[in-house]
């Protein structure tokens, strides 16, 4: 059976068999002993998106990685970062280092801060991802023309992602073919993307991308 690490655009954890192309933590939120899910979703405002490979470090998933035989964070897994972003995560300092800074520069940026910080942009993030409580607004059709790439929406359960004027349905295998707005015409939308990484995303940061969406 699956472990139940894998994290969808909303930021709900499911099991299932695939991975994608990034890892990333909330803090501890599992049992080692069972390998399941307690029933907490984070441990830490800090959501961080991590590469799959570092150096030649090994892990358990969801097993006990820390000194001692102690739980170690809890690997969640991301089809690409267009979807960690929409969950509310955002690059990881130690693994992705100038990614992170890139990001955070960007944030200050946006919101004319001199010299942010991380733990500024976790504070906003926190209020307004959808897993940790934040109520995603609703979007029009028309709007949808503004957003830059990468940003994603949701009719009901169903998630699109936003590129170059057209809408990719989500999986947890990839993205479907482009469709152009008007097939979202009549749905109630709503944007999963925070309204803080939205920002980041119109100063220029470049998410990375499943190879499925370049089909």
């Known amino acids: 059976m699956p472990l139940q690490n894998r994290v969808d655009p909303f930021g709900a954890i499911h099991a299932v068999p695939t991975r994608g192309l990034f890892t990333g933590n909330r803090g ?68 992705r280092r100038e990614r ?20 500024m942009v976790d504070k906003r993030l926190h209020r307004e991802r959808m897993a940790s409580g934040g109520r995603p607004p609703a979007v029009t059709l028309p709007e949808l023309d503004g957003f830059p790439d990468g940003v994603m929406v949701a009719d009901g359960s169903r998630a699109y992602t936003l590129r170059a004027g057209k809408a990719r349905g989500w999986s947890f295998t990839g993205y479907t073919e482009p469709v152009a707005f008007d097939c979202l015409a009549d749905r109630p939308l709503c944007l999963l993307t925070p309204a803080t990484t939205i920002a ?13 969406a370049d089909t």
């Open 28 to 95: 501890i939120i599992h049992d080692p002993e069972t390998k399941a899910l307690l029933k907490k979703r984070w441990a830490s405002p800090a959501w961080i998106t991590c590469v799959c490979q570092f150096r030649d470090w090994r892990r358990v998933p969801m097993g006990r990685n820390r000194p001692g035989g102690k739980a170690g964070w809890t690997e969640l897994f991301f089809l690409d970062e267009v979807t960690a972003l929409a969950a509310g995560h955002r690059p990881c300092f130690f693994c």
């Open 200 to 212: 980041v995303l119109r100063q220029g940061f470049a998410p990375v991308w499943h190879p499925s």
């Open 100 to 119: 992170a800074i890139d990001f955070v520069a960007r944030f200050g940026k946006a919101f004319g801060i001199a010299e942010p910080r991380a733990p």
